[in-house]
């Protein structure tokens, strides 16, 4: 069984950072991508940023140039720094995993989740 764990949110005032922190642990074979997801109250669940076993990183429109994704590949972890931080970007962050357990099967797992808030 795998599953993924998220640090690191809270509250932070408007123009301030933060930085999320996954980690991938289980019956892990091979990670092919970790990413980020948001999902902001009354609204549907989007794409922050992605990163593959190669390194190719897909960032949404709304987060480039402000927030950087990075991927430890010894570690099953992902990062994400956010920076320039907006009130529009408060949101619950979750952590998304996707490769091959033990038994060679897909897996695609979600974290619980962790609470970012910009405000003043």
């Known amino acids: 069984q795998v599953q993924v764990v998220e640090s690191g949110g809270g509250l932070v005032q408007p123009g301030g950072s933060l930085r999320l922190s996954c980690a991938a642990s289980?019956?892990?074979?091979?990670?092919?991508?970790m990413g980020w997801y948001r999902q902001a109250p009354g609204k549907q669940r989007e794409l922050v940023a992605t990163v593959t076993s190669g390194h190719n990183i897909n960032y949404a429109d709304s987060v480039k140039g402000r927030f950087t994704i990075a991927r430890n590949n010894a570690l099953n972890t992902v990062y994400l720094q956010m920076n320039s931080l907006k009130p529009e970007d408060t949101a619950v962050y979750y952590c998304?995993?996707?490769?091959?357990?033990?038994?060679?099967?897909?897996?695609?797992?979600w974290g619980q989740g962790t609470q970012v808030t910009v405000s003043s």
């Open positions: 998304n995993s996707l490769g091959y357990d033990s038994s060679r099967k897909v897996y695609d797992i």
């Open positions: 289980g019956s892990i074979f091979m990670i092919n991508r």
